[in-house]
């Protein structure tokens, strides 16, 4: 396994994040716990959860199942990263969900009460809250470290505004802020390129892309789907956008076919090649999907392949950051 910094801190992570968002509802308990034993014998320190996971509101399901793992001991908890979110409905009284200083203190006791744990290594804002100043969720913050309760704070799904916004608050109050940003990010999803990567080089958080694959779209499906296999992202809205991009997947398939690499893993490699990136987030439900993400680390993105790559899918706009991405 490969390692790197978490942002600007001295915080070392795995470049592969194992995602536990399948951990309930399409993975049970058992062979939850048997995936993330193998991610520790692969060398995978980076757990990503949160306290919606699960998807029954206030139950915190995918929390319960990685506190019950950790419960068994063996070292667990001492070799993992473990980052879990805040934001999202936990009850249906209003202050039972957002930003609010009043709920990231309990909604972190709660994660730390399901998690079976003392500490939150990363704690992350699920989505930015337009309704609460950063005073406030600073203070917050900075209860819960000062407590001992969290070490590091990123975000999710925010714009590049945002992050400046939070740690310019955040530098007026000489705390450290933001490490990471967990965004959407993959071949047909780049408009992070524009200015959320930038913000997050500048004022030095690592990126960590979630939805690597695009639902499974990138990840073989109609290789699959000819083979006779169930294809994740040939169901459900993914299959609205196999057929808007078969073409194009068709093209990519053929293309990772004479590279000799299977598609997930140029997907996966090619978000490891870009610039800022810590950790794509991998969700697989089975052992042997874990496995088999590994082989994204023997990817060599050259400049031929990752230029046929920008081909197929382009970046918005010219390429690159804003504004010359859309002006001159």
């Not at 956008?241 to 078969?246: F, P, S, V």
């Not at 023997?298 to 991405?325: H, M, Q, S, W, Y």
Request: charged fraction near 20%; proline fraction near 5%; aromatic fraction near 8%.
């Amino acid at each position: 396994m490969e390692y790197t910094n978490l942002g600007r801190t001295g915080l070392s992570v795995s470049r592969l994040c194992l995602g536990t968002m399948n951990f309930g509802p399409q993975t049970a308990e058992p062979d939850s716990f048997a995936i993330m034993d193998r991610a520790l014998e692969h060398g995978i320190n980076f757990f990503d959860t949160a306290n919606v996971y699960g998807w029954q509101t206030g139950e915190g399901i995918t929390e319960q199942i990685i506190g019950r793992w950790f419960a068994q001991g063996g070292g667990r908890r001492d070799k993992v990263v473990l980052a879990t979110k805040v934001y999202g409905k936990m009850g249906d009284w209003p202050n039972e969900q957002g930003l609010s200083a009043r709920h990231i203190i309990r909604a972190c006791e709660d994660s730390l009460r399901r998690l079976q744990t003392d500490v939150i290594d990363l704690y992350q804002m699920h989505h930015v809250s337009r309704s609460t100043p950063w005073e406030e969720i600073w203070q917050a913050m900075e209860t819960l470290v000062a407590q001992g309760k969290v070490i590091y704070v990123g975000s999710s799904n925010f714009a590049g505004w945002h992050i400046a916004q939070a740690q310019a608050a955040a530098g007026r109050r000489n705390f450290l802020g933001l490490v990471a940003e967990q965004s959407i990010y993959n071949l047909l999803t780049r408009h992070v390129e524009l200015e959320v990567i930038p913000a997050a080089q500048h004022y030095g958080l690592g990126v960590i892309p979630w939805s690597p694959l695009h639902g499974g779209l990138l990840s073989g499906v109609l290789r699959k789907m000819a083979e006779g296999g169930a294809a994740r992202g040939a169901s459900g809205r993914s299959a609205d956008a196999l057929a808007e991009h078969r073409t194009t997947i068709e093209a990519y398939e053929k293309l990772c076919a004479d590279l000799g690499h299977d598609p997930a893993d140029v997907a996966l490699g090619w978000l490891l090649s870009r610039p800022g990136v810590t950790a794509p987030i991998i969700g697989p439900r089975t052992v042997d999907q874990l496995d088999r993400s590994l082989g994204a680390l023997t990817v060599d993105i050259d400049e031929a392949t990752e230029k046929r790559l920008d081909e197929l899918f382009p970046p918005v706009g010219n390429g690159g950051p804003g504004p010359e991405a859309w002006a001159w």
